[in-house]
């Protein structure tokens, strides 16, 4: 993206490999990365093409976080036993992921009902909001 730097582009293209390849670790880490040095660029967020690699990033590391917050490493690995505590600041940075997107555009609410790995989310008093956001005309 023109103006912007290339670094938080390389750093969220990382975080996509590593959810292709199913090490969300590592995609957590490129997500996190990206977008802090998109911070740190002073970067705007007013040209659309960044606005959407943005939302994606935010969307995806909200993703992870979920994942990550019932003690998986990957949507399929065995989950370990978190402490409370973790589960739910796990679960607020999650959320707090999806309203970045949200604000940054994303307005697909039956992406957000059908993402397996969000599953985690929908009990929480949160997600009726996020979904009645997600679903505001803009």
Same mark, same amino acid.
């Given at each position: 993206?023109?103006?912007?730097?290339?670094?938080?582009?390389?750093?969220?293209?990382?975080?996509?490999?590593?959810?292709?390849?199913?090490?969300?670790? !590592?995609?957590?880490?490129?997500?996190?990365?990206? /977008?802090?040095?998109? =911070? #740190?660029? $002073?970067? +705007? *967020? &007013?040209?659309?093409?960044?606005?959407?690699?943005?939302?994606?990033?935010?969307?995806?590391?909200?993703?992870?976080?979920?994942?990550?917050?019932s003690g998986r490493t990957t949507p399929l690995a065995e989950p370990a036993r978190l402490p409370e505590t973790e589960?739910? !600041?796990?679960?607020?940075?999650?959320?707090?992921? /999806?309203?970045?997107? =949200? #604000?940054? $555009?994303? +307005? *697909? &609410?039956?992406?957000?009902?059908?993402?397996?790995?969000?599953?985690?989310?929908?009990?929480?008093?949160?997600?009726?909001?996020?979904?009645?956001?997600v679903r505001r005309p803009r």
């Amino acid at each position: 993206v023109a103006g912007v730097g290339s670094a938080w582009l390389a750093a969220l293209a990382r975080g996509d490999r590593g959810i292709r390849a199913g090490d969300y670790t !590592a995609a957590s880490r490129g997500y996190r990365e990206g /977008l802090e040095a998109f =911070v #740190r660029a $002073g970067a +705007s *967020d &007013a040209d659309p093409d960044v606005r959407l690699n943005l939302r994606v990033a935010h969307y995806n590391l909200a993703s992870v976080l979920a994942v990550a917050s019932s003690g998986r490493t990957t949507p399929l690995a065995e989950p370990a036993r978190l402490p409370e505590t973790e589960a739910a !600041a796990l679960r607020y940075q999650a959320f707090a992921h /999806l309203d970045d997107a =949200v #604000r940054l $555009g994303w +307005s *697909d &609410a039956e992406a957000l009902a059908q993402d397996r790995d969000l599953r985690l989310l929908r009990d929480d008093s949160r997600w009726a909001a996020l979904l009645e956001a997600v679903r505001r005309p803009r």
